[in-house]
């Protein structure tokens, strides 16, 4: 059950990255980008479109994440304690902060793509993007990293 609901997690994370990373992507690429360019092609794509699909897919990771907690402390943390992993311990501690942190700013995330390219919350906008990209970016990471150094659901 828990390599299942591991895998499921996984599977709703690299959806995240891909489209907090496209969206991320978008939101500074150059206004004006040569349509056939790396840029443009991010450009090409409403980036407020991604958004609805960005704040399920974190709620959904993040629901998932929670229960895999369960596992995670029970059969993997003392393991990891046993064998003195500290870093891993700490980082994935750092991540669970960093992740109720995004939980946090995900409303004013949702309010400001909601309101459209009008200009007004342009930077707002970008900063919650960057601060969720790198909050999936770094919990995906780290999640990873600790399932390989621990060898959960195995």
Not at 47 to 53: K, P, W, Y
Not at 65 to 83: C, T
Request: proline share 3%.
């Amino acid at each position: 059950m828990a390599t299942t609901l591991l895998i499921l997690h996984g599977l709703v994370a690299v959806a995240l990255i891909g489209a907090i990373t496209h969206q991320t992507l978008a939101t500074f690429a150059p206004l004006i980008a040569k349509p056939h360019s790396f840029f443009g092609r991010f450009r090409a794509v409403p980036s407020a479109g991604f958004t609805n699909a960005i704040v399920i897919l974190y709620l959904i990771s993040t629901l998932l994440g929670a229960v895999i907690y369960l596992y995670f402390k029970l059969d993997l943390q003392p393991s990891l304690e046993r064998d003195r992993h500290w870093h891993a311990l700490g980082f994935f501690d750092l991540k669970e902060d960093f992740v109720a942190i995004g939980l946090g700013a995900l409303p004013a995330y949702w309010f400001c793509w909601r309101e459209g390219a009008n200009g007004q919350n342009h930077q707002i906008r970008a900063v919650l993007t960057v601060l969720l990209a790198f909050i999936v970016w770094w919990a995906f990471l780290v999640g990873h990293v600790v399932n390989n150094v621990g060898g959960f659901g195995s």
